[in-house]
T-cell receptor
Framework: GNSVTQMEGPVTLSEEAFLTINCTYT??????LFWYVQYPGEGLQLLLK?????DKGSNKGFEATYRKETTSFHLEKGSVQVSDSAVYFC????????????FGAGTRLFVKA | GAVVSQHPSWVICKSGTSVKIECRSL??????MFWYRQFPKQSLMLMAT?????????EQGVEKDKFLINHASLTLSTLTVTSAHPEDSSFYIC?????????????FGPGTRLTVL
Protein backbone atom coordinates (compact mmCIF):
# COMPACT_ATOMS: atom_id res chain seq x y z
CA GLY A 1 0.00 0.00 0.00
CA ASN A 2 0.86 3.66 0.01
CA SER A 3 2.29 5.17 3.17
CA VAL A 4 4.54 7.85 4.59
CA THR A 5 6.92 7.41 7.52
CA GLN A 6 8.55 10.35 9.20
CA MET A 7 10.74 10.66 12.25
CA GLU A 8 9.05 10.88 15.59
CA GLY A 9 9.24 14.06 17.54
CA PRO A 10 9.42 16.22 19.26
CA VAL A 11 12.61 17.67 17.87
CA THR A 12 14.10 20.41 20.03
CA LEU A 13 16.77 22.69 18.61
CA SER A 14 18.43 25.93 19.51
CA GLU A 15 18.01 28.91 17.26
CA GLU A 16 20.31 28.86 14.21
CA ALA A 17 20.82 25.09 14.43
CA PHE A 18 20.58 22.85 11.37
CA LEU A 19 17.33 20.96 10.93
CA THR A 20 16.67 17.62 9.30
CA ILE A 21 13.35 15.82 9.48
CA ASN A 22 13.47 12.45 7.78
CA CYS A 23 10.66 11.22 5.58
CA THR A 24 10.40 8.02 3.55
CA TYR A 25 7.51 6.77 1.52
CA THR A 26 6.03 3.67 -0.05
CA UNK A 27 3.94 4.14 -3.14
CA UNK A 28 2.57 2.26 -6.11
CA UNK A 29 3.32 4.50 -9.03
CA UNK A 30 5.01 7.88 -9.07
CA UNK A 31 3.76 10.20 -6.36
CA UNK A 32 4.10 13.89 -5.85
CA LEU A 33 5.66 14.66 -2.47
CA PHE A 34 4.83 17.45 -0.08
CA TRP A 35 5.78 19.02 3.20
CA TYR A 36 3.03 20.78 5.11
CA VAL A 37 3.47 22.90 8.24
CA GLN A 38 0.90 23.47 10.96
CA TYR A 39 1.44 26.41 13.28
CA PRO A 40 -0.39 26.43 16.62
CA GLY A 41 -4.10 27.06 16.17
CA GLU A 42 -3.89 27.17 12.38
CA GLY A 43 -4.62 24.84 9.49
CA LEU A 44 -2.03 22.94 7.50
CA GLN A 45 -0.16 25.07 5.00
CA LEU A 46 1.80 23.82 2.04
CA LEU A 47 5.50 24.43 2.70
CA LEU A 48 7.03 22.91 -0.41
CA LYS A 49 6.52 20.19 -2.96
CA UNK A 50 8.26 18.12 -5.63
CA UNK A 51 6.52 16.31 -8.42
CA UNK A 52 9.22 14.07 -9.89
CA UNK A 53 12.49 12.39 -9.06
CA UNK A 54 15.46 14.68 -8.34
CA ASP A 55 13.21 17.75 -8.06
CA LYS A 56 14.06 20.01 -5.16
CA GLY A 57 11.29 21.90 -3.43
CA SER A 58 12.22 24.99 -1.46
CA ASN A 59 10.47 27.73 0.48
CA LYS A 60 11.31 30.02 3.42
CA GLY A 61 14.80 28.50 3.70
CA PHE A 62 13.46 24.93 3.83
CA GLU A 63 14.47 22.42 1.20
CA ALA A 64 13.65 18.83 0.32
CA THR A 65 14.83 16.70 -2.61
CA TYR A 66 12.75 13.93 -4.14
CA ARG A 67 15.00 10.85 -3.99
CA LYS A 68 13.44 8.00 -5.89
CA GLU A 69 16.33 5.59 -5.27
CA THR A 70 15.95 5.89 -1.51
CA THR A 71 12.21 6.73 -1.57
CA SER A 72 12.91 9.71 0.63
CA PHE A 73 11.99 13.38 0.89
CA HIS A 74 13.91 14.70 3.89
CA LEU A 75 13.22 18.25 5.03
CA GLU A 76 16.22 20.47 5.80
CA LYS A 77 16.88 24.02 6.92
CA GLY A 78 20.28 25.48 7.53
CA SER A 79 19.41 27.82 10.38
CA VAL A 80 16.12 27.51 12.24
CA GLN A 81 14.32 30.33 13.99
CA VAL A 82 11.96 30.34 16.96
CA SER A 83 9.16 31.14 14.52
CA ASP A 84 9.74 27.78 12.80
CA SER A 85 8.31 25.98 15.83
CA ALA A 86 5.38 23.99 14.44
CA VAL A 87 4.32 20.51 13.40
CA TYR A 88 5.64 19.34 10.03
CA PHE A 89 3.85 16.74 7.93
CA CYS A 90 5.34 14.82 5.03
CA UNK A 91 2.77 13.67 2.48
CA UNK A 92 2.34 12.02 -0.88
CA UNK A 93 -0.27 12.20 -3.57
CA UNK A 94 -0.58 9.79 -6.47
CA UNK A 95 -1.41 11.00 -9.94
CA UNK A 96 -4.20 8.46 -10.15
CA UNK A 97 -5.62 9.38 -6.76
CA UNK A 98 -7.08 12.76 -7.57
CA UNK A 99 -6.35 14.98 -4.61
CA UNK A 100 -6.21 12.16 -2.07
CA UNK A 101 -3.24 12.93 0.09
CA UNK A 102 -1.56 10.44 2.42
CA PHE A 103 0.15 11.99 5.43
CA GLY A 104 2.90 10.99 7.77
CA ALA A 105 2.31 11.21 11.51
CA GLY A 106 3.82 14.66 11.81
CA THR A 107 6.94 15.85 13.61
CA ARG A 108 6.72 18.58 16.20
CA LEU A 109 9.63 21.03 16.17
CA PHE A 110 10.51 23.25 19.12
CA VAL A 111 13.12 25.94 18.55
CA LYS A 112 14.58 27.60 21.67
CA ALA A 113 15.94 31.12 21.67
CA GLY B 1 -3.64 32.53 -0.13
CA ALA B 2 -6.97 30.77 0.00
CA VAL B 3 -8.66 30.43 3.37
CA VAL B 4 -10.72 27.56 4.67
CA SER B 5 -12.59 27.96 7.93
CA GLN B 6 -14.18 25.44 10.25
CA HIS B 7 -16.87 25.93 12.83
CA PRO B 8 -16.87 25.24 15.66
CA SER B 9 -13.20 25.08 16.55
CA TRP B 10 -14.02 22.82 19.48
CA VAL B 11 -17.13 21.11 20.80
CA ILE B 12 -18.01 18.99 23.79
CA CYS B 13 -21.14 16.87 23.67
CA LYS B 14 -22.86 14.08 25.52
CA SER B 15 -22.80 10.53 24.29
CA GLY B 16 -25.71 9.80 21.97
CA THR B 17 -26.08 13.31 20.60
CA SER B 18 -25.25 14.48 17.08
CA VAL B 19 -22.72 17.14 16.21
CA LYS B 20 -22.42 19.15 13.00
CA ILE B 21 -19.12 20.61 11.84
CA GLU B 22 -19.02 23.18 9.05
CA CYS B 23 -16.23 23.73 6.56
CA ARG B 24 -16.25 26.84 4.40
CA SER B 25 -14.01 28.07 1.64
CA LEU B 26 -13.91 31.81 2.19
CA UNK B 27 -12.41 33.24 -0.97
CA UNK B 28 -12.76 30.54 -3.60
CA UNK B 29 -15.27 28.00 -4.83
CA UNK B 30 -14.44 24.46 -3.78
CA UNK B 31 -15.52 21.73 -6.14
CA UNK B 32 -14.05 19.07 -3.89
CA MET B 33 -13.71 18.94 -0.13
CA PHE B 34 -12.08 16.33 2.03
CA TRP B 35 -12.65 15.34 5.63
CA TYR B 36 -9.81 13.99 7.72
CA ARG B 37 -9.59 12.66 11.22
CA GLN B 38 -6.48 12.99 13.34
CA PHE B 39 -5.75 11.08 16.51
CA PRO B 40 -3.13 12.35 18.96
CA LYS B 41 0.38 11.92 17.63
CA GLN B 42 -0.93 10.21 14.52
CA SER B 43 -1.30 11.18 10.93
CA LEU B 44 -4.36 12.59 9.24
CA MET B 45 -6.62 9.79 8.05
CA LEU B 46 -8.85 10.56 5.09
CA MET B 47 -12.47 9.83 5.93
CA ALA B 48 -14.30 10.91 2.81
CA THR B 49 -14.24 13.00 -0.32
CA UNK B 50 -17.20 15.17 -1.19
CA UNK B 51 -18.04 16.85 -4.45
CA UNK B 52 -20.55 19.62 -4.65
CA UNK B 53 -24.00 18.31 -5.50
CA UNK B 54 -23.16 14.62 -5.27
CA UNK B 55 -22.83 11.95 -2.64
CA UNK B 56 -19.62 11.70 -0.68
CA UNK B 57 -17.17 8.90 -1.30
CA UNK B 58 -16.12 7.24 1.93
CA GLU B 59 -12.84 5.50 2.63
CA GLN B 60 -12.84 1.88 3.61
CA GLY B 61 -13.78 1.39 7.24
CA VAL B 62 -15.59 4.71 7.64
CA GLU B 63 -19.27 4.34 8.51
CA LYS B 64 -21.22 6.58 6.18
CA ASP B 65 -24.35 6.39 8.32
CA LYS B 66 -22.39 7.65 11.29
CA PHE B 67 -20.43 10.38 9.54
CA LEU B 68 -22.88 12.20 7.30
CA ILE B 69 -21.33 14.55 4.78
CA ASN B 70 -23.22 17.14 2.81
CA HIS B 71 -21.53 19.37 0.22
CA ALA B 72 -24.45 21.70 -0.26
CA SER B 73 -22.73 24.49 -2.15
CA LEU B 74 -19.40 25.40 -3.69
CA THR B 75 -18.33 27.04 -0.44
CA LEU B 76 -19.79 24.79 2.25
CA SER B 77 -19.45 21.18 3.33
CA THR B 78 -20.74 19.78 6.60
CA LEU B 79 -19.80 16.71 8.59
CA THR B 80 -22.38 15.42 11.05
CA VAL B 81 -21.29 12.88 13.62
CA THR B 82 -24.49 11.06 14.50
CA SER B 83 -25.11 9.41 17.87
CA ALA B 84 -21.62 10.31 18.98
CA HIS B 85 -19.72 8.10 21.39
CA PRO B 86 -16.48 8.68 23.30
CA GLU B 87 -14.50 6.79 20.65
CA ASP B 88 -15.54 9.45 18.14
CA SER B 89 -13.56 12.02 20.11
CA SER B 90 -10.91 13.28 17.77
CA PHE B 91 -9.61 16.23 15.75
CA TYR B 92 -11.50 16.65 12.48
CA ILE B 93 -9.90 18.60 9.64
CA CYS B 94 -11.40 19.58 6.31
CA UNK B 95 -9.62 20.65 3.17
CA UNK B 96 -10.79 22.12 -0.09
CA UNK B 97 -9.69 22.20 -3.69
CA UNK B 98 -10.99 25.02 -5.83
CA UNK B 99 -11.78 25.33 -9.49
CA UNK B 100 -9.15 27.97 -9.95
CA UNK B 101 -6.56 25.86 -8.15
CA UNK B 102 -7.10 22.70 -10.13
CA UNK B 103 -4.08 20.53 -10.19
CA UNK B 104 -2.16 22.56 -7.63
CA UNK B 105 -2.83 22.24 -3.91
CA UNK B 106 -5.33 21.65 -1.21
CA UNK B 107 -6.16 24.25 1.42
CA PHE B 108 -6.82 23.10 4.95
CA GLY B 109 -9.06 24.33 7.70
CA PRO B 110 -7.77 24.80 11.26
CA GLY B 111 -9.59 21.73 12.54
CA THR B 112 -12.38 21.00 15.03
CA ARG B 113 -11.71 19.19 18.26
CA LEU B 114 -14.63 16.98 19.27
CA THR B 115 -14.87 15.58 22.77
CA VAL B 116 -17.70 13.17 23.54
CA LEU B 117 -18.40 12.60 27.21
Amino acid sequence: GNSVTQMEGPVTLSEEAFLTINCTYTATGYPSLFWYVQYPGEGLQLLLKATKADDKGSNKGFEATYRKETTSFHLEKGSVQVSDSAVYFCALRLLTGGFKTIFGAGTRLFVKA
Amino acid sequence: GAVVSQHPSWVICKSGTSVKIECRSLDFQATTMFWYRQFPKQSLMLMATSNEGSKATYEQGVEKDKFLINHASLTLSTLTVTSAHPEDSSFYICSAVGQSYKGSEQFFGPGTRLTVL
